[in-house]
C-alpha cells in the first residue's frame, strides 16, 4: 500500500510565476489535508478537503491559494503569483473516512522556492 | 484557539540516556494527540497516536502518554541512539478534524 505522494519534491518558481503542488492520498483514504512549514518555523495548518469539498479552509491566506480535491485525480494546492514569502516546505496529510479519529499519514512534503 | 508547546526546545543528551520530552495543550476537547518525528530537510514519520479515551501508548523504546485534563503529554524514549537525532513534534486533532502542531524539540544524542 503506498503512502501519500506529493510530487515534485522540489519546485523552484521566479517571483509572479504560478506553483502547482499535487498530493494523492493513501488509497482509500478520502480526507486530504495541506500544512505549511516556514523556514524555522512550525507546522501550520491551511486547508482540509474531502473528495470534490472544502471542509475547513481557515488556515489559507485569503489572496493567490486555492486548494482542491477532485472526484478523480490528486489534490492540487495552487498558488498564484507567488512571492518570496511562499518559500516552504508544503505537506500533505491524509486520513480515512473516519476524519478526527484516525491517524493523519503525512506524505515526504514539496519545498517550493521562490526566486 | 488550540496552543501546543513543547519543552524543552532542544535537548542534548549522550547515548544511553532515557530521556523525556514534554508537550502541553490549551484546549482539552481533543480526539488525539500524535508524536512525529522529523529529520532536516524531511517529512513527517508518525511514532505514537494516542486516542483521547487512552493513557498511553508503547512502540519499542518509545513510550508517549496523554493526561488530557490537565492538556500534557509526554515522550519517553529509552536508551537513547545517535540515530534518534531529530526533531520530535507533537500536534493534537482537535473537533475541527486539523493538527495543531507544537514547536517541536531538537534532540541530539552524542556518541
Known amino acids: 500500500n503506498a503512502g501519500v505522494m506529493q510530487n515534485p519534491r522540489h519546485l523552484v518558481r521566479r517571483r509572479g510565476q504560478e506553483a502547482r503542488l499535487r498530493c494523492s492520498p493513501m488509497?482509500?483514504?478520502?480526507?486530504v489535508y495541506w500544512y505549511r512549514q516556514l523556514p524555522e518555523e512550525g507546522l501550520k495548518f491551511m486547508v482540509y478537503l474531502q473528495k470534490e469539498n472544502i471542509i475547513d479552509e481557515s488556515g489559507m491566506p485569503k489572496e493567490r491559494f486555492s486548494a482542491e480535491f477532485p472526484k478523480e485525480g490528486p489534490s492540487i494546492l495552487r498558488i498564484q503569483q507567488v512571492v518570496r514569502g511562499d518559500s516552504a516546505a508544503y505537506f500533505c496529510a491524509s486520513s480515512p473516512p473516519m476524519a478526527g479519529s484516525y491517524e493523519q499519514y503525512f506524505g515526504p512534503g514539496t519545498r517550493l522556492t521562490v526566486t | 484557539k488550540q496552543e501546543v508547546t513543547q519543552i524543552p526546545a532542544a535537548l542534548s543528551v549522550p547515548e544511553g540516556e532515557n530521556l523525556v520530552l514534554n508537550c502541553s495543550f490549551t484546549?482539552?476537547?481533543?480526539?488525539?494527540l500524535q508524536w512525529f518525528r522529523q529529520d532536516p530537510g524531511k517529512g513527517l514519520t508518525s511514532l505514537l497516536l494516542?486516542?483521547?479515551?487512552?493513557r498511553e501508548q508503547t512502540s519499542g523504546r518509545l513510550n508517549a502518554s496523554l493526561d488530557k485534563s490537565s492538556g500534557r503529554s509526554t515522550l519517553y524514549i529509552a536508551a537513547s541512539q545517535p540515530g534518534d537525532s531529530a526533531t520530535y513534534l507533537c500536534a493534537v486533532t482537535g473537533t475541527a478534524s486539523k493538527l495543531t502542531f507544537g514547536t517541536g524539540t531538537r534532540l541530539q544524542v552524542t556518541l
Open positions: 484546549d482539552s476537547a481533543i480526539y488525539n
Open positions: 494516542i486516542q483521547s479515551s487512552q
Open positions: 488509497k482509500g483514504h478520502s480526507h
